[in-house]
């Protein structure tokens, strides 16, 4: 049982800057595909970005790409979001989740196996 724990969230400026970690335990960080969701009130999860197990590949969708960079750290068993330039529209709880068969990265929130409580961003206009 890996279990995933967020921090970093808060409120913050247009144009502004947040840094997400998610610090996981209780399994072998380096066996999952890492991806970083987010739900804004009335809308689906969507996957934000995500991260190979090596950390060699990543994926960013489209509304972020430019501005958010994920990374990882397999010895600190920590993965993050560095969320640049942020917009009013970027407003959600952030959540990180690990996915333990996929061989890269699944946009379907059904296909990750653990889930961390989420840390809300708020970025006001």
């Known amino acids: 049982q890996v279990q995933l724990v967020e921090s970093g969230g808060g409120l913050v400026q247009t144009g502004g800057s947040l840094r997400l970690s998610c610090a996981a335990s209780g399994g072998t960080f380096s066996n999952y595909v890492m991806g970083w969701f987010r739900r804004a009130p009335g809308k689906e999860r969507e996957l934000v970005a995500a991260i190979s197990r090596s950390g060699s590949n990543t994926y960013y969708a489209d509304s972020v790409k430019g501005r958010f960079t994920i990374s990882r750290d397999n010895a600190k068993n920590t993965m993050y979001l560095q969320m640049n330039s942020l917009k009013p529209e970027d407003t959600a709880v952030y959540y990180c989740?690990?996915?333990?068969?996929?061989?890269?990265?699944?946009?379907?929130?059904?296909?990750?196996?653990?889930w961390g409580q989420g840390t809300q961003v708020t970025v006001s206009s």
């Open positions: 989740a690990a996915d333990r068969r996929s061989g890269w990265y699944s946009a379907h929130p059904g296909d990750y196996d653990y």
